[in-house]
């Protein structure tokens, strides 16, 4: 098959190099890819929202299979712009419909569907300028600490937790009088505060039958001990140790199987991804938020432990034959930490070279490249997030001692990473 995969950061090449090691792939393409991509396959020079370039390159590579990466191409509706496209009519797309994705687009679709097919989410109102007033109101009745979400894509940033009135009141009045978050936040959703532990289940769905793949742990926090601003993530552990039968049969009866029954229901067509963001309270799961897609850096830690042929998967979820398919998941521990710009996740400075990535040992370690490109031959940091290294271990602290040794290995100006992941089950 010759493939096409959408996507620059870590959660792509980990997926990409899992492509190139099935035999089922004859040829890949990475549209941009990064400087790690380029090893795995053939980066293409376009974003990930020119389709007009995408198709053409489906055309010219006699592509058989695009790989969505990230949410905004889908929310944007590339699924359809390809499945539409005369040209184009037979080619398979892992990725949900424009209105599928609307379960990621729209924080308010996405809980309007929790409550409609009763899964277990914190209760909610949401708000527009219309009901401004009522909105603070609300908040004046609410009980603290809560939550405030711009209903749609702010690429990770749209979601604020406040402790006291004052902020939550002067927080509501930037999201929407002063677009905070420009047209995400024109609606805002305000829910209840979940105490727990959070953690993230990956399904990958026919639209019918459905997979679960390795679950996760991920680190958002810039700072050791979960301190400082929210990053896109500082690093992921899998599996998550509280992550027993019991829980995750749970979260299969309770989560899974009301989405996916719920979106057949609904006439809603799904072929793709979907991350379940959980949280944990007394061994009860609760759902946060749905992506429709794969996380990153969880990604990161997932693709490692699944044993199974990735292309065979998606195959199998192209024409809907997952109910064939078995999970097969390494036993081992895997864990991520993630390098990043100095500076990030406010304003920071790109093109710097990394050294030293040739250094780290390949047999229980991997470098995945999340923010980087190559200028005069040379790898550079081209992004906030710019690396991170995937370790297997005996145990999550075992794990997370691997990949920080292997970190020493490498360098760039600038570069930060946290050295706690996985802190709370040593």
Not at 315 to 343: F, H, M, P, W, Y
Request: overall charge negative.
């Amino acid at each position: 098959m010759h493939i096409l995969l959408l996507g620059s950061g870590g959660r792509e090449h980990a997926i990409a190099l899992k492509i190139s090691q099935s035999p089922l792939c004859k040829k890949l393409f990475i549209a941009p890819g990064n400087a790690g991509t380029s090893k795995c396959g053939t980066n293409l020079p376009f974003g990930v929202n020119d389709f007009e370039a995408i198709k053409k390159s489906c055309i010219d590579e006699k592509i058989d299979m695009v790989m969505v990466g990230p949410e905004d191409p889908l929310v944007n509706g590339i699924t359809d712009f390809l499945k539409n496209s005369p040209d184009l009519k037979n080619i398979a797309v892992i990725g949900p419909e424009k209105n599928s994705a609307r379960l990621e687009g729209s924080k308010a679709f996405a809980k309007a569907f929790m409550m409609r097919h009763n899964i277990p989410t914190a209760a909610y109102k949401e708000f527009t300028l219309e009901n401004y007033q009522e909105g603070t109101n609300y908040i004046q009745s609410h009980s603290l600490p809560i939550v405030m979400k711009a209903d749609g894509l702010a690429a990770g940033k749209g979601v604020v937790i406040c402790n006291n009135e004052l902020e939550a009141l002067a927080e509501f009045e930037l999201m929407i009088q002063r677009a905070k978050f420009g047209d995400a936040g024109k609606k805002v959703v305000i829910e209840q505060f979940l105490q727990g532990v959070e953690m993230s289940v990956f399904v990958l769905t026919d639209g019918k039958n459905y997979v679960i793949l390795p679950e996760a742990k991920d680190y958002k926090r810039i700072g050791d001990g979960d301190t400082g601003p929210n990053t896109g993530g500082m690093g992921a552990v899998s599996p998550v140790p509280f992550a027993n039968d019991v829980l995750m049969k749970k979260i299969e009866d309770q989560v899974v199987k009301p989405t996916i029954s719920g979106l057949e229901s609904e006439g809603l067509a799904y072929k793709g991804f979907i991350f379940l963001g959980l949280m944990i309270d007394k061994g009860e799961p609760y759902m946060i938020e749905y992506n429709c897609r794969m996380g990153d850096p969880e990604t990161e830690v997932v693709m490692p432990r699944l044993k199974n042929d990735l292309v065979e998967l998606f195959i199998a979820v192209n024409e809907q034959k997952l109910d064939a398919i078995t999970i097969e998941t390494d036993s081992r521990t895997v864990c991520t930490v993630v390098a990043v710009s100095g500076g990030y996740p406010g304003e920071y400075t790109k093109g710097y070279e990394i050294m030293g990535i040739e250094n780290v040992n390949q047999e229980d370690s991997m470098v995945y490249h999340m923010g980087t490109t190559i200028e005069n031959e040379k790898v550079v940091t081209n992004g906030g997030r710019v690396f991170c290294i995937t370790s297997y271990g005996r145990s999550i602290f075992d794990a997370v001692e691997i990949s920080k040794e292997e970190m020493k290995k490498i360098s760039f100006n600038g570069m930060a990473y946290r050295h706690d992941i996985g802190y709370e089950f040593e």
